[in-house]
């Protein structure tokens, strides 16, 4: 397993996209890494687009990044909601600094635009939040995956194969 003794960070909030967030999950666990859901409260169970649950192991306040190898960030309605939340945009930018891999699919974006992180980076998301991504700084791509150092970027579920084999592989770098 090439992600044995890894730990990953996975934000969770209401209307998920649940492919973007349980595909990545799982593929990570089948590598050995332990990943922990975290949302605003801990132990609650969130929603995701279309009805599947997902709880959270730990609040954002609660959380320290440096435990953590990687941050995944999921797509649907739920990073307008992440980006509103102050921990949340610390965890991003503790990250960035640290050059930690970084994993952000769909709408994720916004999460990373509002952490001011994307400057000078070359990224994907949906092609709905385009205009957004490249008003933050980035070269936008329409590709299925992009990985510019220690940040992984994907457009949607369709591309999750290959945003998966992407982000592990910078993780077992």
């Known amino acids: ?58 609040a954002f306040k609660d959380v320290d990044p440096n435990d953590y ?8 309605w739920a990073p307008d909601k992440l980006r509103r939340f102050q921990e949340v945009i610390d965890i991003v930018q503790h990250m960035e600094e640290r050059k930690k891999p970084i994993g952000q699919i769909c709408h994720a974006g916004w999460v990373l635009i509002s952490a001011k992180i994307l400057e000078g980076k070359t990224v994907t998301s949906t092609p709905g939040i385009r205009d957004d991504m490249e008003n933050a700084g980035a070269k936008w791509l329409d590709e299925a995956v992009v990985v510019d150092g220690h940040l992984i970027s994907s457009r949607r579920p369709p591309d999750l194969p290959d945003y998966m084999r992407a982000f592990i592989q910078v993780c077992e770098d």
């Open 1 to 58: 397993m090439k992600l044995t003794g890894k730990k990953v960070l996975s934000f969770v909030h209401e209307d998920f996209e649940d492919l973007e967030l349980w595909y990545p999950i799982h593929r990570l666990r089948e590598e050995g890494a332990i990943v922990d859901l975290v949302g605003e409260d801990a132990g609650y169970t969130y929603k995701g687009k279309y009805g599947v649950p997902a709880t959270s192991d730990f």
């Open 69 to 76: 190898d990687a941050l995944l960030v999921p797509g649907g």
